[in-house]
């Protein structure tokens, strides 16, 4: 059984480099950001905007681990590509690998919580059904 994954797919563009002509580093943080964001709207049909305006959850990142493997550079197309490494109650870890060219240029792990807007505690992903069976679909 393969593991379930979502792409995005990210060209370099002139505002991600630094001087060196190669993306500079934030900027990859910003794309898995991106990459996270549209998951949630596009498969998981959780927009954050229904999860901040409707919902009043939000889902920030509280750990990231990276690995920079090889620069990309200006119009490079890059794919981003993201897995569920585990889902906690109120927590879950990702993976968002960058490849170009099918070569993996960086490597990231990222651990997300669920919180309530007011206050700004973990909520557990059960409160949430429609939202977690979404999810359960890619581990």
């Known amino acids: 059984m393969s593991v379930k994954v979502f792409r995005s797919y990210q060209t370099v563009r002139f505002r ?35 999860l901040h305006e409707c919902l009043h959850l939000g889902i920030p990142t ?25 889902i906690g109650r ?19 792990q990222v651990s997300l919580v669920l919180v309530g807007s007011e206050p700004m505690k973990p909520v557990a992903w059960a409160s949430q059904p429609a939202l977690l069976k979404a999810l359960q679909e890619y581990i």
């Open 16 to 50: 991600h480099c630094d001087l060196a002509r190669i993306v500079f580093y934030p900027r990859y943080f910003e794309m898995v950001n991106s990459c996270v964001e549209l998951w949630f709207e596009q498969a998981l049909d959780h927009s954050f905007a229904t």
């Open 62 to 86: 509280v750990d990231i681990k990276t690995q920079f493997h090889l620069p990309s550079r200006l119009e490079d197309q890059l794919t981003l590509v993201l897995k569920v490494l585990n």
């Open 90 to 108: 109120a927590s879950m870890k990702l993976e968002v690998n960058i490849y170009a060219a099918q070569e993996l240029r960086v490597s990231n």
